[in-house]
Structure formats: structure tokens, C-alpha cells
């Protein structure tokens, strides 16, 4: 019974007032859902899926028809031209590092137009940390573009696109450790078009970590040329163990595929590491799961504004990723809000979580997650820096049940330290 799992009543009644308010919000996720399980199963029919695609792949992983099948998929789902979607893909900081460096060469330059990347992309561009192998340390520039009010400064774009040769637009899709706004398909689009009248050729990159089918529409649909993301999130649904993926143009896809693995090998090699399965059951799974994500999401945006906690986006904001804020008032209520987190999750609800150090990251985090593969953010998980103005960042939930319960135990956790 709900009582065992000890959560407040005071919660309970109000999850209750919630979701009556929420049910017409709730069904804008179902009816995206269906649209997006449209995608999938189409995509799946197309390519003729059957039970011997999921088949391991040993050695050099040469001629593997389920591995060959499955970008295909994501070729479709993405109305891209290629794809590669591999477990030898570590992360989406993997994914996005074997982008850039397939796609830019000595004196090129990388523009950012959604201002400050994520803390792990900064060691990869060289703004931190002292690697001998970032992009700067190899000879391409680096610059970025601020938003103005969450939006592209469409004006400045324009003007720098006209200065001089830009190679890639960069563009992240999530907040990040950031609070602004992420960004939406319609923005995207706008800012794709304009682009495009100044350069046909610059190649418009879209970091998706987050966004996967959380609206009807991809980046790809809507100009850009490659598309980046990982199975650790959205599409992986808990079910992938590992991996990542990119897709887009033919011809950039090659580049990466080769900056993968080797010149001249590209996509021929790469053994499926019995993954094919996990992967297929994944996208499978992706819009539905997405759709329990939005809808916990959402919940605990209504409960923590009630509470008085500053949140964004707001219950009834337009959604354009699986990310929920909440700014907590101190470094200690951040550490127990996410220690609350912790005690919701399915794995380890028991252990004390303690800041530390994280690879890639500048500040000690708290990060709570119980989740069965482990570090998934498609699983209720929740993470912080330890730095003012100490904002937690939620996400995931392989179902709304276990995200909404997550959410109660966590809140009542929150009320009993006070």
C-alpha cells in the first residue's frame, strides 16, 4: 500500500487536486506518444524486422544485417539520410565528441548560437580543463552567441555568418546547467531558415540529448543537418545498456563514422556486443516512456510551485525536453532534496548521498540515481552543482506510477528536514 512507503498525506491530497488540473496536459503527452509510436512501428515495418536481427555480431562485426537495420530505423524515424547508432558509443559527450572532431579540421569554426555549452562539452572544446586533445588545442576556434529572452539573436547570427566562413552552428537543444529555456522545434526552425540564407553549406548541428520525441517534430525535419544524442536517455527507454547515436547527411555521417572507427572502415565495423536487442526494444519503448517522463515532469512542477519552490518550465509551460528545474536555498537543501530523490528510486534508495567530484564537470555534484542501467537519465535521477543559485535538474521515469511515487517520497523527505 501507499502508506508503507510512508509519504504525507498533506502530498497525497494534493497530488490529487494535481492531477485533476494536469489530465488536459496529460493527454497533450498521450496524443504525442501516438504520433511518435506511429514513427516507430512504420519504421520498424519498412525494414522488414524479424527475430534473427537481433543476433550477436562477434570479431570485426563485418556484414551484420540487425546493426545494418537498426540505423536504418533511425534513419527513418529522424527523416535523415544515414545514421550511426552503436554500443562502442559511450555517451552523448562521446557522441557529440566524435562529431566535432570527424566534422572539423584545423582552422575551421565552431559557433555556438545557444550560448554557453554544457559543463562536459566544455573540456571537449578546451574553455576547461587541460586536455592536450580539445578542439582548441587542435587549431579550431571556438565562438558563441548568446540567447536573447531564451530565443536565437537571429540579428547577430546573421551578421557573424556574413563576416567570415563558419564550418559548423552548434546548437543545444537542453538547458544544460544553464537556466534559460530549452529550445523548441519552432525556434529551431526559424533560426535553421535564416541560416540558410546567408550559407547553404555551413552544417547546422543539433545536440538532442533530452529531446528525443518529446514533441512530433526532430531538428532534422526542420534544417539541420546532423543530429546528436544518446541511449543513455530518451531512446534508450532503460532498456539500452550503453550507447549513442548520430544522424543526418550521408556525408557527414561517413566523416563521423570514420573519426568512429578508422579511415576507410566508417560503418563496415563495429561488433553489436549481443546490444541489438536492448536497442531495438528501446526505440520501441522511447515515445511511451517519454510520455512518463513529461507527465512526472509536469507533476512535480505543480507540487514544488504549491510549495513555494521556484521551478521551470512552469506545470502548464510548453515542453520541449524531459528536464525539470526546481531552485532550492542552500547547498544543504539541494543535497536533500536530491537525497529524497534517492530514496524514491528502485536501486539503492538506502545509501547517504555525499557532493563529489564528477570527470568533466568544474564544482562538486550531488547526483541521485537508483537506476537498473546504471547512470540512465531516462530513470528518475537528479543532479545538481553545489554553486549558488543551487538548482536541481530532474528527469526521467520509466513509468508516471514510479515517477509520481519517486516525486511523493522525495517532497515528504524534503518536509521532514525543515
Avoid at 545514421?83 to 562502442?88: E, F, M, S, T
Avoid at 552567441?145 to 551578421?159: A, H, P, R, S
Avoid at 562538486?364 to 553545489?386: H, K, R, W, Y
Avoid at 513509468?399 to 517520497?409: A, F, H, N, P, V
Amino acid at each position: 500500500m501507499i502508506n508503507d512507503l510512508n509519504i504525507s498525506n498533506d502530498l497525497l491530497e494534493l497530488t490529487k487536486q494535481a492531477e485533476q488540473e494536469l489530465q488536459p496536459i496529460f493527454a497533450q503527452f498521450e496524443e504525442t506518444c501516438l504520433l511518435n509510436s506511429a514513427k516507430v512501428l512504420s519504421a520498424l515495418h519498412q525494414v522488414k524486422l524479424n527475430a534473427t536481427d537481433f543476433c550477436e555480431n562477434t570479431g570485426y562485426g563485418y556484414f551484420d544485417l540487425g546493426r545494418d537495420k537498426l540505423e536504418q530505423v533511425y534513419s527513418l524515424i529522424f527523416k535523415a539520410e544515414d545514421a550511426l547508432v552503436r554500443p562502442q558509443i559511450m555517451s552523448g559527450t562521446h557522441a557529440l565528441s566524435i562529431t566535432f572532431f570527424g566534422l572539423l579540421k584545423y582552422g575551421d569554426t565552431l559557433l555556438s548560437i545557444s550560448g554557453e555549452p554544457y559543463d562536459s562539452l566544455k573540456s571537449i572544446i578546451g574553455l576547461s580543463g587541460n586536455s592536450r586533445n580539445s578542439l582548441i588545442a587542435h587549431g579550431i576556434k571556438y565562438e558563441q552567441i548568446d540567447l536573447v529572452n531564451d530565443d536565437f539573436d537571429i540579428e547577430k547570427i546573421v551578421n557573424r555568418l556574413q563576416q567570415s566562413k563558419v564550418k559548423m552552428v552548434e546548437i543545444q537543444r537542453s538547458r544544460g546547467y544553464s537556466d534559460r529555456l530549452s529550445l523548441s522545434i519552432d525556434k529551431i526552425e526559424k533560426v535553421c531558415k535564416k541560416i540558410r540564407e546567408v550559407d547553404k553549406d555551413v552544417i547546422i548541428m543539433v545536440d538532442n540529448c533530452y529531446g528525443d520525441f518529446v514533441e512530433t517534430r526532430e531538428p532534422i525535419e526542420v534544417g539541420a543537418d546532423v543530429l546528436v544524442g544518446s541511449l543513455m536517455k530518451n531512446l534508450g527507454a532503460g532498456q539500452a545498456k550503453t550507447g549513442g547515436y548520430v544522424v543526418g547527411k550521408s556525408e557527414y555521417v561517413h566523416d563521423i563514422a570514420e573519426r568512429f572507427s578508422a579511415p576507410c572502415v566508417a560503418k563496415d565495423i563495429g561488433a553489436n556486443l549481443n546490444q541489438l536487442l536492448s536497442f531495438y526494444k528501446g526505440i520501441y519503448h522511447a515515445p511511451s516512456v517519454v510520455c512518463s517522463c513529461l507527465k512526472t515532469m509536469a507533476l512535480a512542477s505543480y507540487l514544488l510551485e504549491k510549495l513555494g519552490y521556484t521551478v521551470s518550465p512552469r506545470y502548464n509551460d510548453f515542453r520541449t525536453d524531459i528536464v525539470q528545474t526546481v531552485q532550492l536555498h542552500s547547498a544543504n537543501e539541494l543535497i536533500e532534496f536530491c537525497r529524497g530523490i534517492q530514496k524514491g528510486v528502485a536501486l539503492e534508495n538506502f545509501v547517504t548521498l555525499m557532493p563529489s567530484e564528477m570527470p568533466g564537470y568544474p564544482h562538486q555534484e550531488i547526483m541521485a540515481s537508483g537506476s537498473f542501467i546504471n547512470g540512465s537519465t531516462i530513470e528518475l535521477s537528479c543532479d545538481g552543482p553545489i554553486t549558488p543559485p543551487y538548482t536541481a535538474y530532474m528527469q526521467g521515469s520509466l513509468t508516471y506510477e514510479y515517477g509520481k511515487l519517486g516525486i511523493l517520497i522525495s517532497l515528504t523527505h524534503l518536509q521532514n528536514q525543515k
